[in-house]
C-alpha cells in the first residue's frame, strides 16, 4: 500500500511515521508513506500556497493551482482508492472505515490549513472527506496521522500478533475487555480467577460479556 500526504508542514509529519509500529510497517515493505510539501508546486517565487478569501472575511484559503498540480502529477504515475480531504465537517472516521480503508492500494491525503482550501479542490479532485471528531485542530496534519496510523495498523501482516487488531476496540462494535499482567496479586489487588485457570473456553465467554459489559455501559450507542 502507498499513502501520499499533501502538505504545508512536512517536517511535522517526517517524525511521526519514523516511530514504531509505522516505521516497522515501512520497513517490512507493508506500506509506503510519500510526504509532499505543498510548497514545492507554487510557481509563486515566495512559494505561497494560500490566498485571502474572495469576498472578504478573516483567515487564509489553500489555493487550487499547487493542490492540482501536486494531485495531478501523482494521477499521472499511479491510480489512487481515494483522494481524502482531512477536515472537520467530513464524515466522521470509525473502525469500518479504517478497515475499508486497510484494503486498498493508494491514497492521497491532502492536509487543510488556515480557513481551509478553495472549494473547487474539494469538487473536482477529492473522493472522500474524513473528520476525526467534532472539534477544530489548527491543521489537518495531526488528522491524517491519525487516519493514516488506524489504517497502517491494519494491513495484513503489519501486527506481529494478527488477531491483536482483531481484538481491538470496536473491531466487532463492542469495545475491548480489560486486560492484565503480572503480578497476579498486587498489595491485595487480584486478577480474575478465571484468567488464571487456564481454561480456555471459558476465558473467552469471559472476555465477551465484559465487553458486552463495558460496551452497554459506556458506548451503548454502539449496540444495535
Ligand atoms: N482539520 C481541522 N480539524 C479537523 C478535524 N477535527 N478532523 C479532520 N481534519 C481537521
Known amino acids: 500500500m502507498r499513502i501520499d500526504i499533501i502538505t504545508c508542514l512536512p517536517r511535522l509529519l517526517d517524525s511521526f511515521f519514523e516511530h514504531s509500529i509505522l516505521k516497522r ?7 509506503e508513506v510519500v510526504v509532499h510539501d505543498l510548497r514545492d508546486y507554487s510557481l509563486n517565487k515566495q512559494r505561497q500556497v494560500d490566498d485571502y478569501a474572495f469576498g472578504g472575511g478573516a483567515g487564509m484559503v489553500l489555493t487550487i493551482e499547487p493542490i492540482a498540480r501536486c494531485i495531478r502529477k501523482l494521477q499521472s504515475e499511479r491510480t489512487y482508492d481515494e483522494v481524502i480531504y482531512v477536515t ?8 469500518k472505515t479504517s478497515n ?19 472549494e ?14 467534532d472539534y477544530v485542530l489548527s491543521g489537518g496534519e ?11 495498523r491494519l494491513i495484513p501482516g503489519v501486527l506481529n500478533d494478527e488477531t491483536s487488531a482483531l481484538t481491538d476496540s470496536f473491531q466487532d462494535n463492542l469495545l475491548a475487555p480489560p486486560v492484565y499482567t503480572r503480578p497476579a496479586d498486587f498489595e491485595g489487588w487480584k ?34
Open 88 to 95: 472537520p465537517d467530513g464524515e466522521r472516521l470509525n473502525q
Open 100 to 118: 475499508r480503508l486497510s484494503l486498498t492500494e493508494n491514497l492521497i491525503i491532502l492536509c487543510g490549513h488556515y480557513k481551509g482550501v478553495d
Open 25 to 31: 510497517a515501512q520497513e517490512g515493505g507493508h506500506v
Open 191 to 224: 486478577v480474575p480467577d478465571i484468567l488464571l485457570s487456564g481454561h480456555e473456553a471459558k476465558i473467552s465467554d469471559w472476555r465477551f460479556q465484559q465487553s458486552l459489559e463495558r460496551t452497554q455501559a459506556r458506548r451503548p450507542d454502539l449496540l444495535p
Open 142 to 152: 495531526l488528522a491524517a496521522c491519525v487516519i493514516a496510523d488506524s489504517i497502517i
Open 120 to 133: 473547487r479542490v474539494r469538487t473536482h479532485f477529492i473522493t472522500k472527506e474524513i473528520s476525526i471528531g
